[in-house]
């Protein structure tokens, strides 16, 4: 399986991107896909995912700001990050995975929010 990211990019504190994965290769109809992010110095973390069935889940810190949502027919995610704050900069990863596997890895891109 490839993760092709894109999306990221400069913002002011406020405003708002649009982050999208596409999933190409070997992908099974039911799986979970969804939106990491990690800095220097710490872990990478989840920011939220979405199961093939639309249950969808958010970090505490991103719920009601973040939307995931996806196109299973285009084997595609979107991240519509809001209200974005200067703690959201990070390099975002896109994973694919089935079942409690560890899953596949996007490249990552960079969302960088000015104070």
């Known amino acids: 399986v490839q993760l092709q990211a894109s999306g990221g990019g400069l913002v002011q504190a406020g405003g708002s991107l649009r982050l999208s994965c596409v999933a190409s290769?070997?992908?099974?109809?039911?799986?979970?896909m969804g939106w990491y992010r990690q800095v220097p110095g710490k872990e990478r973390e989840r920011v939220a995912s979405?199961?093939?069935?639309?249950?969808?889940y958010y970090a505490d810190p991103v719920k009601g700001r973040f939307t995931i949502s996806r196109d299973n027919g285009r084997n595609t995610i979107y991240l519509q990050m809001s209200r974005l704050k200067p703690e959201d900069t990070a390099v975002y990863y896109c994973?694919?995975?089935?079942?409690?596997?560890?899953?596949?890895w996007g490249q990552g891109t960079l969302v960088t929010v000015s104070s």
């Open positions: 994973n694919y995975r089935v079942g409690v596997s560890t899953g596949y």
């Open positions: 979405i199961q093939s069935s639309g249950v969808t």
């Open positions: 290769g070997r992908i099974f109809d039911t799986n979970i």
